[in-house]
């Protein structure tokens, strides 16, 4: 499996993936990872880290984090304390498709105003704590015993708990990330680099801009965010085109432009590389 990129099986019959109260250590973690599905990660215990999109988060027991599909997100689990969590990857469309016409009502606004937000994190009361592991619990009944109308019992199961979170979730209450042992400039780089991504990013300059040498930015960029430099710029052009593939009616050679890459083959390759397909296939299967 490419190391940027979760693998789904696109065509199933059940678009949802659980993996309930699992423990990660530094051994056991996911690579960094890039897919479509969204995520919901529930945290029963532990520490560490989690970087999602451009920020940083410091993981306990009680959080909620609602990740996007095409999201870069990466968990660094504390070495002395493994994180012990939920975790469920579903298709957007799947979960939506019933809910079509019925009051405008959309299980995925949370998602979206995670993104919009820049804000992916929600702290959980007890007894709303409670209330999902109980649902998680219920899906995971549901998916072991296969009995007639489990999907549908799945889908409804995940729907309750995306409605609950939606009433949850408050856009003017944003939850600010711990700024940790980490660097004050290395937020301030990646602020940086989202900004421009258009434009050419060296490494050199955001070393320069950060008042560090490029070995040292590399090294520590690297250590906090589980990607090299270029790998997380080339990353983030491809999900902003994935995004202009799906809503815009704009030329592969025009997105490819408008997203900082210089030729339409390194374009092409990339896209490969990082969205497992080419730029028509994706924009076909939107």
């Not at 270029?230 to 983030?236: G, L």
């Amino acid at each position: 499996m490419d190391p940027m990129r979760k693998q789904f099986a696109s065509d199933s019959a059940l678009p949802v993936s659980l993996e309930l109260s699992s423990t990660k250590n530094l051994q056991a973690e996911l690579p960094d990872h890039l897919h479509d599905w969204h995520e919901i990660i529930y945290v029963h215990g532990g520490a560490g880290t989690f970087f999602i999109n451009h920020t940083f988060y410091e993981m306990q027991a009680g959080d909620l984090y609602l990740i996007p599909g095409n999201t870069i997100h990466k968990t660094l689990p504390h070495p002395d304390e493994p994180i012990t969590s939920s975790v469920v990857f579903f298709s957007g469309q799947f979960v939506q498709a019933s809910a079509a016409g019925i009051d405008s009502f959309s299980f995925l606004q949370c998602f979206d105003t995670a993104r919009a937000n820049r804000s992916y994190k929600l702290e959980l009361l007890p007894a709303e704590r409670q209330r999902l592991e109980g649902l998680f619990g219920d899906m995971q009944e549901e998916l072991a015993a296969r009995q007639p109308g489990f999907r549908q019992a799945i889908l409804l199961l995940l729907q309750t708990v995306l409605l609950h979170t939606n009433r949850k979730l408050n856009p003017g209450n944003r939850m600010q990330p711990y700024a940790g042992s980490r660097p004050a400039w290395l937020q301030n780089a990646l602020n940086e680099i989202d900004a421009h991504l258009p434009q050419s990013l060296h490494l050199s300059a955001l070393a320069s801009h950060a008042s560090v040498s490029p070995s040292y930015f590399s090294r520590m960029f690297k250590q906090h965010t589980g990607l090299g430099v270029t790998e997380y710029i080339v990353a983030k052009r491809i999900m902003h085109a994935k995004e202009l593939l799906a809503e815009t009616d704009r030329t592969v050679a025009e997105i490819a432009a408008s997203c900082g890459f210089e030729s339409l083959p390194h374009f092409y390759r990339m896209f490969k590389k990082v969205a497992g397909n080419t730029p028509a296939h994706y924009k076909r299967s939107q």
